[in-house]
T-cell receptor
Framework: LAKTTQPISMDSYEGQEVNITCSHN???????ITWYQQFPSQGPRFIIQ???TKVTNEVASLFIPADRKSSTLSLPRVSLSDTAVYYC???????????FGAGTRLTVKP | DAGVIQSPRHEVTEMGQEVTLRCKPI?????LFWYRQTMMRGLELLIY????????DSGMPEDRFSAKMPNASFSTLKIQPSEPRDSAVYFC????????????FGPGTRLTVT
């Protein structure tokens, strides 16, 4: 399983765009990149998943460069309710074995 | 669908007692996962099942922990005997098919062993 590295914590203010970068230098050809969000006292919730280039949904965008050794989760115009821990995971296609790291604790301030 | 259902939501027990946590996955999901979360160790995968069969239990801490999935709609995680260091939030999650699929997590069971 590819190891991931992401910042322990980040602070932002309401209305700003937040970018959280994750490093996964030993990502394999069959690996996909997945991001989860966890609010206090709740289980993690899937945000977005991608393999290369850019993926966008109603919640976030995921940018993956050509070498795929890193990825960036972009949250547009965050609000206080986006305060959570964000996990970057690398998972092999056809294998549901995913390992959560420490995640990035995002705090959005008014 | 009601989502992944876990019971109980909170459990307080004394050291040495048996603890059983329960999970009902989303109907139609082929995979079921048990995780444990603590401040010190973060979110750890304990075991996961595919079509009711345990696939990887390498994350199970020790022989005091056991998990079963007697049918597609029910799974249990049992700790016997329980110890204070087992105190944590235990999450159950389920997903459908193979491939890199979205996992749906339950609300968790907060276990406190005194």
């Amino acid at each position: 399983l590819a190891k991931t590295t992401q910042p322990i914590s980040m602070d932002s203010y309401e209305g700003q765009e937040v970018n959280i970068t994750c490093s996964h230098n030993n990502i394999a050809t069959n690996d996909y990149i997945t991001w989860y969000q966890q609010f206090p006292s709740q289980g993690p919730r899937f945000i977005i998943q991608g393999y290369k280039t850019k993926v966008t949904n109603e919640v976030a965008s995921l940018f993956i460069p050509a070498d795929r050794k890193s990825s960036t989760l972009s949250l547009p115009r965050v609000s206080l309710s986006d305060t959570a821990v964000y996990y970057c995971l690398v998972a092999v296609y056809n294998n549901n074995d995913m390992r959560f790291g420490a995640g990035t604790r995002l705090t959005v301030k008014p | 669908d009601a989502g992944v259902i876990q019971s109980p939501r909170h459990e307080v027990t004394e050291m040495g007692q048996e603890v059983t946590l329960r999970c009902k996955p989303i109907s139609g999901h082929d995979y079921l996962f048990w995780y444990r979360q603590t401040m010190m160790r973060g979110l750890e995968l304990l075991i996961y099942f595919n079509n009711n069969v345990p696939i990887d239990d390498s994350g199970m801490p020790e022989d005091r922990f056991s998990a079963k999935m007697p049918n597609a709609s029910f799974s249990t995680l049992k700790i016997q005997p329980s110890e204070p260091r087992d105190s944590a939030v235990y999450f159950c999650a389920s997903s459908s098919l193979a491939g890199v699929q979205e996992q749906y997590f339950g609300p968790g069971t907060r276990l406190t062993v005194t």
